[in-house]
């Protein structure tokens, strides 16, 4: 049954790999690879008792992630309809190109914090198209955008896909996460950040020609109302769940409920085919469903790997022949810039328990590092990085030659500062 099991993982794990190549939608492979283990693993169990209780838990436990993740997508997209996020972009005026990067690079990092990396990604490439004209300076900074952008989601419980996995899975608490990964994640960006300020240094802005404004349907009044409010209710879903004690997924379907209901108000007196756009039901069909279905997917397969123990077998082969924690976690993030970081997290959730590795333990803030940054390594290695890739059509080999080893060397040197401050601090 295991060989059987590890088999049909690893040829769907490959499948989402080689998405584009094969031209099979991620998605797909994860949902038939995840149907595929549940059947092996079921009918080779024999204890359907069992297996009905194990899926019960895995249903209980996935579903709290999406409904999570569909909650915070929807608040973006309300947001990015109103053009809320001209609130920031309006803010950069800049004629250098090292200013306009260090500026990029910090917004990037703080905002992919309290939205997410992917999203933030999308934003601040679109801003870029708005302010730089010539494409061979825009490919720079869209992979530093790729860069800062994991970097900012791997201190957050709401950055990354990843961080979520491991706040809602009881690993992380949104406060410890910010003090022991901050500093790491800081330098992961500096690093990259001064290599490239040599390389712009006295480089000037070439605008865009021709540029048209889009029009807007929205005042600025409501423009700042949806970006205030609905970053607000991001920023304070870990206090809800702080003072209430419920999972995160109820404090943003909460907060959800309100930016809709705000929504309605604000524009009650608009023509149907005006208002229409600008609704949070108009949002929820923005929403990459996709997405969510690849990662309902991966959740599944890999709650089969855990129930069938292979989770535990890889735990003990790797703690006899590897042995140092440290050493495993950092080959964890490496092995992120080749495989996508969700699989990886959840296997490293499977592999090791609460009871070895407590809330807030060195192993779980690692891990968040390594994961959240290992990915911009390779242009592929996130969803940060393969939104960059479509939107600017980064050639996979011109960011291995030209930025691969300035993400190496941030990636390296986050981990240094992360084992220093862990070691002074404890």
């Known amino acids: 049954m295991l060989a059987a099991i590890v088999t049909i993982f690893v040829i769907a794990y490959a499948a989402i790999a080689l998405e584009h190549p094969i031209k099979v939608n991620k998605s797909a492979s994860a949902l038939v690879g995840a149907g595929l283990l549940w059947t092996v693993y079921a009918l080779s169990s024999g204890d359907y008792a069992l297996i009905d209780?194990?899926?019960?838990?895995?249903?209980?436990?996935?579903?709290?992630?999406?409904?999570?993740?569909?909650?915070?997508?929807?608040?973006?997209?309300?947001?990015?309809?109103?053009?809320?996020?001209?609130?920031?972009?309006?803010?950069?005026?800049?004629?250098?190109?090292?200013?306009?990067?260090?500026?990029?690079?910090?917004?990037?990092?703080?905002?992919?914090?309290?939205?997410?990396?992917?999203?933030?990604?999308?934003?601040?490439?679109?801003?870029?198209?708005?302010?730089?004209?010539?494409?061979?300076?825009?490919?720079?900074?869209?992979?530093?955008?790729?860069?800062?952008?994991?970097?900012?989601?791997?201190?957050?419980?709401?950055?990354?896909?990843?961080?979520?996995?491991?706040?809602?899975?009881?690993?992380?608490?949104?406060?410890?996460?910010?003090?022991?990964?901050?500093?790491?994640?800081l330098v992961n960006l500096v690093v990259p950040l001064l290599v490239m300020s040599s390389l712009l240094k006295g480089r000037e802005i070439i605008p865009p020609s021709g540029q048209e404004r889009e029009?807007?349907?929205?005042?600025?009044f409501q423009r700042n109302l949806t970006f205030y409010l609905g970053l607000g209710i991001l920023v304070l879903v870990p206090a809800f769940k702080t003072i209430t004690h419920l999972p995160p997924f109820m404090g943003i379907l909460f907060g959800l409920g309100i930016l809709w209901m705000v929504g309605e108000l604000i524009h009650w007196d608009k023509e149907e085919d005006v208002k229409k756009p600008l609704t949070l039901v108009h949002a929820l069909a923005r929403i990459d469903m996709s997405l969510i279905v690849f990662f309902i997917g991966i959740l599944f397969a890999v709650a089969a790997l855990e129930h069938a123990r292979v989770l535990e077998i890889l735990a003990k082969w790797l703690d006899t022949n590897v042995g140092r924690q440290d050493v495993i976690v950092v080959m964890l993030g490496l092995l992120?810039?080749?495989?996508?970081?969700?699989?990886?997290?959840?296997?490293?959730?499977?592999?090791?328990?609460?009871?070895?590795?407590?809330?807030?333990?060195?192993?779980?803030?690692?891990?968040?590092?390594?994961?959240?940054?290992?990915?911009?390594?390779?242009?592929?290695?996130?969803?940060?990085?393969?939104?960059?890739?479509?939107?600017?059509?980064?050639?996979?080999?011109?960011?291995?030659?030209?930025?691969?080893?300035?993400?190496?060397?941030?990636?390296?040197?986050?981990?240094?500062?992360?084992?220093?401050?862990?070691?002074?601090?404890?």
């Open 336 to 426: 992120s810039a080749v495989v996508d970081n969700v699989p990886l997290v959840a296997a490293s959730m499977g592999m090791y328990g609460l009871s070895q590795y407590p809330a807030d333990s060195f192993v779980w803030e690692f891990v968040a590092y390594c994961a959240g940054t290992g990915g911009s390594i390779l242009i592929i290695g996130s969803a940060s990085g393969v939104a960059a890739m479509g939107l600017e059509k980064i050639h996979f080999f011109w960011y291995v030659r030209r930025i691969s080893g300035l993400a190496l060397l941030g990636y390296f040197g986050g981990i240094a500062a992360y084992i220093v401050q862990y070691r002074l601090l404890h």
């Open 53 to 185: 209780q194990q899926l019960e838990a895995s249903v209980s436990s996935t579903a709290q992630i999406v409904f999570f993740l569909i909650g915070a997508m929807t608040i973006v997209e309300v947001i990015d309809a109103h053009n809320g996020f001209e609130v920031i972009t309006s803010l950069i005026r800049t004629r250098k190109q090292v200013t306009l990067m260090w500026l990029i690079g910090f917004v990037t990092f703080f905002l992919s914090a309290v939205l997410d990396n992917l999203t933030t990604t999308i934003v601040m490439i679109s801003l870029m198209r708005k302010l730089l004209g010539d494409p061979s300076d825009r490919l720079f900074f869209a992979a530093m955008i790729v860069i800062a952008a994991n970097a900012g989601g791997a201190w957050s419980a709401i950055g990354d896909v990843t961080t979520t996995m491991l706040w809602i899975g009881g690993r992380i608490t949104p406060l410890a996460i910010v003090k022991g990964v901050f500093l790491a994640s």
């Open 215 to 220: 029009l807007s349907q929205t005042n600025a």
